[in-house]
Every structure is written in structure tokens, then in C-alpha cells.
């Protein structure tokens, strides 16, 4: 070897154990023959401890089945092949080097493995290229999580925090078909609120907000978490009570009246409000959700021509 293939030699091994790339060389038993600086600092084991030992044996975590189908597949392809972070977090169990900044404990890593030939052109040897992603994976991660966040907040009442009209319509169409299936006892409640405008229009829309955020409240406190409560849209709301037969919803959406009548507001003690309620089971008749709707809105009209502050509830024998 002359002095210029030395030097290559020398820059090359430099390069080798320099880069932010782990690169690990194994044989065909999978013993351990090169081990470059990336993967001594992020491991802890120096390349003279891992020289010629097998890799399992050094890390008895690593995904062993797994890996070793990866790496056959590689040799018998003679091709090299790929696995990314999304399908498996990590191979090598290393710890994030940016646990702060990252927000992930574990390093994230993308993998390529790639068949080496020895002198006589036979596969005898395998490359594994680590690359930490995990800078990648967080951000991946929080815009995933803020993409969540913006869903959950697109089925959410801003004001009242329970579920908006289009989260209910989409509740109420499942409910629908589980009844129409299953043929379990679930009504329809809708809710409005009484002489809402005149709370608007004396005391204003800042108080009035307050009504129905108080309201909205005790909505969701009284009923148990198998129902659905939601904010309709202006002062009315709707409830499903599920598995419920329509003599214990009537009881229910009665005690619920009853609360709203009794109800005192801490910054206007004085101010009363009332509710009408009109309630419709769910019976075989029913056509679909808007039809179970409309029944239910009509019975609620029908409790404000009678005087309001009452519960109506939709027969279906007498319609």
C-alpha cells in the first residue's frame, strides 16, 4: 500500500467514525465487525468490546426475529432494504440525545440495510445505517397532535364546551342505526330555553352567554356518560339518553326542569330562568334522524304553546 492509498484509507476511517450516521458491520452469523463512532457514543460500547460478539448478545432488546427476517431477506435479494421510524420507533435502543428540545425519551431511528460482497463477489456480509430521526418523528408528532387538537376542537361548542351540531349529528346517526339493529329503548330530548331574548336584550349577550354556559353545565352534570348533550345552536340544546325507556327519560328530562327552574346564577341572583322540553323515543315508524328530530322539535313547540317551563312528550300511536 503506498502513501496516497494510506492516506484514502486513513480519511476514509476518519469519515467512517465521524459521520452522524451509525454504521454497523456483521457477518453472516451476525457477529459485530464494524462499529463506527456514532454507534460508541450512543451505545456506550467501544468497537474492541463489540469486535466479533454477537449483535443479540449485546443487545438482548433489539427486535431478534424481526431483524434477523430483515437481514435474510436482504442476503437472499441481494438488495438493499429499508424500514422508517412510522412502522417501528426504534432498532437500536438508544436514548434520545435532545430529551428537552425532542420531547421523546427514545431516539427515533430510520434504518437501511445494505448486503456487502466479499473479494470473490459472495454476499458474506451485511451494513446496518442507523439515522436518528427523531427531530423528524417529534415534529411529525405534534403536527399529528395538533391536527387531533383541531378536530376535537371542530366537534366542540366553544362557549359551552359540549358537543357542537355537527358532532351531534354525527352522534345521532350512529345512535339511529344502533337502534334500528339492535332495537334498544333510547329517546330524543330537545331543549329550549325560555324568553331567552329578553335575557339578551336586558341584560345583555355577556350574560346571556353566561345563562347558557351555566345551563350547559348542568346539562352535562346530571346525565351519565353513555349519553349525549350538545349545544344545538342558539339558546336550544338536545339530549340522547341511550338505553333509556321513554317513562325514565320523561322522569329524567323532568328533574332536569326542575333544576333549571331552581337554578341561581352568582352574578345575577335574581334571575330565573325556565326551559321546555319536548321528547321523542325512538320507535320503528321513524324514517331517519331528521324525522326523529323534527318529532321531538315539534313536541318542544308544542310545550311552548301550552305556557312553556314544561316537558312534551311525542306519542307514537296518536302522532
Avoid at 326551559?275 to 321513524?286: D, N, R, T
Avoid at 311525542?314 to 302522532?319: D, I, L, S, V, Y
Wanted: proline share 3%; aromatic share 8%; with cysteine.
Amino acid at each position: 500500500m503506498d502513501q496516497q492509498d494510506f492516506s484514502q484509507l486513513h480519511w476514509l476511517t476518519q469519515l467512517l467514525h465521524g459521520i452522524e450516521v451509525g454504521l454497523v458491520v456483521i457477518d453472516r452469523d451476525y457477529q459485530v465487525q464494524l462499529w463506527n463512532g456514532f454507534m460508541e457514543n450512543h451505545s456506550g460500547l467501544s468497537s474492541k468490546e463489540v469486535q466479533s460478539r454477537s449483535l443479540f448478545s449485546l443487545f438482548p432488546d433489539l427486535p431478534q426475529q424481526w431483524l434477523i427476517s430483515k437481514l435474510e431477506a436482504a442476503f437472499l435479494m441481494e438488495s438493499r432494504s429499508f424500514t422508517v421510524w412510522e412502522q417501528r420507533p426504534w432498532v437500536f435502543p438508544f436514548a434520545n440525545p435532545r430529551p428537552v428540545t425532542g420531547g421523546l425519551s427514545m431516539m427515533h431511528q430510520n434504518m437501511t440495510i445494505q448486503p456487502l460482497t466479499n473479494s470473490q463477489g459472495t454476499i458474506s456480509h451485511a451494513a446496518l445505517l442507523i439515522y436518528d430521526v427523531s427531530v423528524q418523528a417529534q415534529d411529525r408528532q405534534k403536527l399529528s397532535q395538533a391536527n387531533d387538537r383541531l378536530e376535537q376542537l371542530s366537534q366542540i361548542d366553544a362557549l359551552t364546551g359540549l358537543a357542537n351540531r355537527r358532532q351531534w349529528q354525527r352522534l345521532l346517526a350512529q345512535e339511529f342505526d344502533r337502534c334500528r339493529r339492535y332495537q334498544p329503548a333510547s329517546c330524543l330530548v330537545v331543549i329550549d330555553i325560555d324568553h331567552f331574548k329578553q335575557v339578551n336584550d336586558t341584560l345583555g349577550h355577556s350574560m346571556g352567554d353566561q345563562v347558557l354556559n351555566r345551563l350547559g353545565e348542568l346539562l352535562k352534570d346530571s346525565l351519565r356518560k353513555t349519553d349525549v348533550v350538545a349545544r344545538y345552536g342558539g339558546e336550544e340544546f338536545v339530549l340522547l339518553l341511550t338505553e333509556t325507556r321513554q317513562e325514565a327519560s320523561i322522569k329524567l328530562a323532568e328533574r332536569l326542569r326542575q333544576s333549571v327552574e331552581q337554578l341561581v346564577f352568582a352574578f345575577m341572583p335574581s334571575l330565573k330562568i325556565t326551559i321546555s322540553l319536548g321528547l321523542c323515543p325512538y320507535h320503528h315508524e321513524l324514517e331517519g334522524t331528521e324525522q326523529w328530530f323534527e318529532l321531538a322539535d315539534q313536541a318542544l313547540y308544542k310545550a311552548k304553546r301550552q305556557g312553556r317551563n314544561r316537558l312534551v312528550c311525542f306519542e307514537p300511536h296518536n302522532g
